[in-house]
């Protein structure tokens, strides 16, 4: 997935997104965090 471009919707037009591997700790930190305080 890293070095991938995806579109991401914003309401009016599709945004592109470059993966890097910053992105993906992030999201895994999001995930992480949203687990522990709602599960």
């Known amino acids: 997935m890293i070095g991938h471009t995806i579109a991401i919707y914003n309401g009016k037009q599709h945004v592109p997104i470059y ?3 910053r992105i993906v700790i ?3 930190i999001y995930i992480y ?3 522990y305080i709602y599960i």
């Open 26 to 28: 992030y999201i895994f």
């Open 33 to 35: 965090i949203y687990i």
């Open 19 to 21: 993966i890097t591997d």
